[in-house]
């Protein structure tokens, strides 16, 4: 499988005077697993962000799905139907209950049939192990708890892509296997385009195909995941990883 | 006048001609009260929601309205609807003369609230959304819009009442509401003035408590 999901080309963003994404080229095809880790400020959040246009980008081309980023005639809308985001703090809609968090993207933008859309949304529940939680609200759930219904909100649009914002930083340590065990097997799904922005370098050694590095706005590293643990290229890698690892 | 004689006038003030006179003052105090509400709390978001989404040059415009609108007196706001309009074509009853100076007044008030509900909404719950393949206007009815007014039910309900409280000030194109009513009632018998200023006092005490105990029923039933 060749078909690429996500192109960056010559992409540039500022902040102002702060220029947070220098000159990023990178392709992404579809169904794999990609992780993209560095230090904290080094803009990969921000690049994830710009995948489906929550941040825009100054110059250079993007293109998701077929679809380019920059062009005014692209319907943003078209992009997110088909790659969904799961955020560092989940962002559960706090006016609803779990299922319906995960229901109402469902009904109101793909139109999908009322009760397959139950159907769907109980299966992703029990997928994720909270079947039991369904009908409570998302200020009675845990962090990993809630994490675990935004994955599988993300999932009841069956997008084609899914992007990971640091899906485990803001849980208790307790919490977060289950998670990366929810994401380990969405991974698995060959189908499944993934881009995971994370710390957990164990994760990434098991699931990952290919590993990026960046560092200050620039993308240091692309390597295949292998061989990034073996050896990291850049003298900076080096570091970060050792740091991380010997943390 | 002795305290006797002010006892006397006082019981001679409750009578049945007197109380069902200022009952129906009451009745317009609530319908015109209602009425503005329920207008004020529509406009009122619509003007909120379009400053807040800042809408290039209408959102600056109706910015600068209601900036204008909440900083000048009610009473000029309802003298101009009853007194200036006409000029101009206008002719409205007295009765929806003071409709139209309150919702105008509260309308510029509630999009304030309303816009402040909206910016306390956590960001994230937008990004959530937007990510989630909803559109702008979805996600600000259903997800924004509702924990918008969930957080702002004591500054509105607070609005409210000042707005029950300001229908008094329609006396100055003769309404007939309460207020004015009791002006007529101790007006032909001063004697009766005490008396009147109690019992309207415990008329809007009762009215306007009433509308903060909802509001804390409606902040329980949502939390």
Redo the contacts between chains.
Sequence with gaps: MTEKMIQFQNVEKYYGDFHALKDINIDINAGETVVLIGPSGSGKSTLIRTI?G?EDINSGKLIVDGYDLASPQTDI?KI??NV??V?Q????????STLENIM??PR???KRDEKENHDIAMSLLEKVGLADKSANMPSELSGGQKQRV?IA??LA?QPKALLFDEPTSALDPEMIGDVLDVMRDIAKDSNMTMLVVTHEMNFAKAVADRVVFMADGQILEDSKTEDFFKKPKSERAQQFISQIEHH | MSIAMTLASTIEAFNYYNLRYLFIGLLYTLSVSVISIALSFVFGSIFGIIVYEKIPYFSRWVSIAVDIVRNLPLLLIIFFMYFALPNIGVHLSIFWASIAAFTFFESAMVSEIVRGGIMAVDKGQFEGARANGLTNAQTMFRIVLPQAYKKIVPPLVSQFISLVKDTSLATGIVLPELMYRGQIIYGQNSNYMIPVFIMLAIIYFVVNFGLSLISKRIEKNLA
């Design positions: 489906n929550l809308n997110r139907k969904g985001m955020f703090h989940f962002n559960l809609y706090e006016n609803k109402l993207a109101i933008v793909l935004a909100r993300s649009m």
